[in-house]
Every structure is written in C-alpha cells, then in structure tokens.
C-alpha cells in the first residue's frame, strides 16, 4: 500500500501521455489531406505569388492612364551674376549694346510639371496583354491544384491499402502459428514425421519476410503522403476515410469528357491569345504617341533677405503647356521582323495546344477503359480471394481429421495471400484509375 501513491501518479501519467499522442496524431479525410496539401505545396505558392505579381504589373501600368506630376526645385548662387544685353536705348546708350547685369547672386525655381498622355497606340494593347497573363496565372494555379489533389488521392490509397496488406500479412502470421502448434502435436504424438514442422517453419519464416517488406512499403508509403501534407516525418496520421470502389461499373459512368473544363486546355488556349494580344502590340507600336505637358515654375531673382528682414528677391512667372508627339521611324522596320517571329511563335503555341488536346482526349479514353477493366479485375480477384479462404478453412478441418497433409495446408495459405495481395493491387488499380478519371472530368 506504500507504493500505491506512486503507482497511481504513474498510470496518471502513462493516460495524460497516451491522451496527449492521441491529441497529436493529426486525423484527415481525403478532401482535408487534399486541402492540406495545396496549402502547404510549394508548386502552388508559387501560382499564387505569380498572379499576385500580374496583378501588380497592371496596376502599375494602369497608372500611366493618370497625369504624371513631378514637383521640382532648383535653388542657385551665382558666384558671379549672369550677364543680360540690353538695347542702348534702354539705358541712355543710344546705338549700342549694353551689357548690364542683373538680379542678384540667388537664384531658384520651383517647378510643377503635368504630363498626361493623349495617344498612345500600345498602352491599351500592354494592358490587354497583362490581363491575359494575370488569367493564365489564374489558370496555372488551377493546374497545380489538380495535380496535388490527384497526387494525394493516390497518395491516400496507397496509404490505406498498405495497411491493410499489413494487417493480412499478421492474420496469415496467425493462422500458420496455429498450423505450427497442430503440426507439433501430431509430429509429437507419431503422426506425421519431423519433415512437416520444418516445411511449416520455412513457409512462416517466408511470411516474416513478407511482412518486413510490407512494412518499409507501408512506411515509405506514408513518408510519401507526409512530405506531399507538409507533415513533420515523426507526426502520427491517422487516414479517417476509408474507400470501396463500385462493384457496378455504372456507379461512375464513362462519358466524354468536356475538355473545356481542365484548366490545361484552357492554358494552352490563353498562350495563343497572348502571343496574338503581342502581335496586336507591335502593329500599333509603329504609330506616333501623343502627349500634353505643361510646366508651372517660377523663378527668383535678387539678393538675400537683408538684416532687416526684408526680402529683396524678385520672382517671376515661367510656365507653359506644349503638345508633344514622338515617332519612332526604326520600329517601321524592326516591327516586321518581331511580327514574322510573333507569327512563328503563334504557330508553335497552336500545335502544342492541338497536341495537348489530343493528349488529354487520349488519356480520357484510356482512363474510361482502364477504370472498366480495374472494376472487372477486382471482382473477379475477389472471387478468387474468397474461394482460396474457402479452400483454406476447408482443408485446415481436413487437416485436423487427418485427411488431409500439411503441404496441402500451406499451399493453400500461400494461395490465399496471394490472391489478397492480387486484390490489394486491384484495388488500387481500381482507385489510381478512378482518381485519373475523376480528375479529368475536374470532379476531384
């Protein structure tokens, strides 16, 4: 009774920490895995940053629509004050030139130039052009949202079927140590020679082994779906959505699918128009560009503010407003060449939009055909799983009336995991194929 404090304290504990692992185990869904993982991959962020910089570049080139201001101020001394030649008559110097001086040694001139643009053929077409690109971001981080989401979606099943296998692999464990034991009793007792209880030891020697490369499967499978979710290596999961596939293939059927709606498609569609928006661009950029500037500035004149305080400098008004209008004759020339190479790259961009239509169309009809035959292949491997327990169960009572021999026994466990194992690959066959399809039809 002494040490029943102590015992208490330490099964308080031992529960606090099993709460505490059970707190720490992160429990997800596919849909949450899913989500985790956009949020956290890197190919994504970098979609985002890509249309925020879009963004970006269009606001700053909108804001040429707006007047341009520059507030300037030019402040002098003049060592020596600037000469002014002035006609005679104006000093009482009829006939000459005078060259008078005038002012004084400080001069300054604060300027307020306007510009605002009048006519600028390419300054519509950049804007254009920068919507298209801030769209073919939109479209890029559609791109990469599909892939992780299909990325994790096999990831998840695989997880799942892994631990499964594994957990098959401990029942077949069990069942032959059971033979082992039976085998044992009857070599024991005369009726079966020492030879069986080697053959059953070497076949659970084969599951052990089995089992060992079933379980760096199963971790390597994990660490697979960790790294995808951003979760630390040492972080349980615990996978809360377990699956079953269709045992009807109508449960999914395989229609055409609208290649519209991918955002791959639409992509490669976005490229054309941007190089044909280019191409718009350099058409209008042989056109002269117009602009209205106009200057508010004055100008003073005289010398410091005496002791007095009394200013002595003159000020005088100089503004303006011109119109200015700039043509570039050399892009009459370069211009052409930069269309002939637009017109190229334009051919390009379609050929690789017609060949990534004919891809996505062919991937779409092999998927449809391979999620057909993965349903097939499952149903009849599940027979066949069924059938060897059948045959198992049946030769172990067999077994047991010593009407039937231990190979017999073995042979069947070995026929019955391996047909488990053939429902564990169709299984996700099934799935990987079914996640394929459902992605090309952006249901995923």
Not at 125 to 148: D, M, P, Y
Request: some cysteine; charged content about 25%.
């Amino acid at each position: 009774m002494r040490n029943f404090p102590f015992l208490l304290l330490m099964l308080l504990l031992l529960a606090a920490a099993g709460l505490f692992a059970q707190e720490d185990t992160l429990r997800l869904t596919l849909a949450e895995a899913q989500l985790r993982a956009i949020e956290r991959g890197p190919a994504y962020q970098i979609s985002l940053l890509d249309r925020r910089l879009a963004e970006e570049e269009l606001a700053l080139a909108r804001l040429r629509l707006y007047p341009q201001v520059d507030l300037a101020l030019d402040a002098r001394y003049y060592f020596e004050r600037p000469p002014t030649l002035l006609p005679g008559e104006a000093v009482g110097r009829p006939g000459e030139v005078a060259v008078v001086q005038l002012g004084g040694n400080i001069g300054g001139a604060p300027v307020l130039d306007l510009r605002q643009v009048v006519f600028d053929p390419t300054l519509f077409s950049e804007l254009k052009i920068l919507r298209e690109a801030g769209a073919t971001a939109e479209l890029q981080i559609e791109v990469e949202a599909r892939n992780l989401k299909l990325q994790v979606a096999k990831s998840y099943v695989t997880l799942l079927a892994a631990r499964e296998r594994q957990a098959q692999l401990r029942q077949t464990a069990r069942r032959l140590e059971s033979t082992l034991e039976q085998v044992r009793a009857k070599v024991s007792a005369g009726l079966l020679p020492a030879l069986e209880e080697e053959r059953v030891l070497l076949t659970l020697e084969q599951n052990r082994a089995e089992t060992s490369q079933a379980a760096e499967a199963l971790e390597m499978s994990e660490l697979l779906l960790k790294q995808l979710l951003g979760v630390p290596p040492d972080r349980p999961i615990a996978l809360t959505q377990p699956f079953e596939p269709e045992e009807d293939p109508a449960g999914l059927p395989v229609s055409p699918v609208d290649l519209s709606r991918l955002p791959e498609y639409r992509l490669g569609e976005r490229q054309v128009r941007l190089i044909e928006l280019e191409s718009a661009l350099q058409r209008r950029a042989v056109w002269p560009r117009v602009s209205l500037y106009s200057q508010l500035g004055v100008v003073a004149l005289g010398k410091k503010v005496d002791n007095e305080g009394e200013d002595q400098l003159s000020w005088y008004f100089n503004s303006f407003v011109g119109l200015k209008a700039v043509w570039e004759i050399n892009r009459l020339v370069s211009n052409g060449h930069r269309l002939d190479q637009l017109e190229l790259e334009r051919r390009q961009a379609e050929w690789r939009w017609t060949g990534q239509e004919d891809q996505l169309a062919l991937a779409a009809a092999r998927a449809g055909y391979q999620f057909r035959a993965a349903l097939e292949t499952l149903r009849l491997q599940r027979r066949r799983a069924a059938f060897a327990e059948n045959e198992l169960i049946y030769l172990q009572t067999r077994f047991q009336s010593d009407l039937a021999g231990v190979r017999e026994v073995l042979e069947a466990e070995e026929a019955l995991s391996a047909a488990q194992r053939a429902v564990q690959v169709a299984y996700y066959d099934c799935w990987a194929v079914k996640f394929e399809l459902l992605s090309l039809r952006d249901e995923l």
